[in-house]
Nanobody
Framework: QVQLVESGGGLVQAGGSLGLSCAAS????????MGWYRQAPGKQRELVAR???????TYVDSVKGRFTISRDNAKNTVYLQMNSLKPEDTAVYYC???????????????WGQGTQVTVSS
């Protein structure tokens, strides 16, 4: 089993910044990708940003230029720096990781418990 523990989030005014972090632990052989999804009330969960093991990143268009995802492979930790926050960024943010537990095991997706980000106008 793999556990993802998130930290960060909270309440910030529009234009402000917040940082999220997510540490993976447990039966980990390889983490192929880590990232962040978010879900706002009444909306579907959407991918915010993802970083794969080689370092390549993907962002949803609405956060490009404002959010930065990074990863510390030695610590199995992913970070999301969020700048110039907007009220529409308000959501529960979920960390995820695609993990294999051995050289022969397939990848499984694991999820964090979610952390609330609220941006006031």
């Amino acid at each position: 089993q793999v556990q993802l523990v998130e930290s960060g989030g909270g309440l910030v005014q529009a234009g402000g910044s917040l940082g999220l972090s997510c540490a993976a632990s447990g039966s980990i052989f390889r983490i192929a990708a880590m990232g962040w999804y978010r879900q706002a009330p009444g909306k579907q969960r959407e991918l915010v940003a993802r970083i794969i093991s080689g370092g390549s990143t993907t962002y949803v268009d609405s956060v490009k230029g404002r959010f930065t995802i990074s990863r510390d492979n030695a610590k199995n930790t992913v970070y999301l720096q969020m700048n110039s926050l907007k009220p529409e960024d308000t959501a529960v943010y979920y960390c995820y990781a695609a993990v294999s537990s051995s050289a022969w095991a397939r990848l499984y997706d694991y999820w964090g418990q979610g952390t609330q980000v609220t941006v006031s106008s």
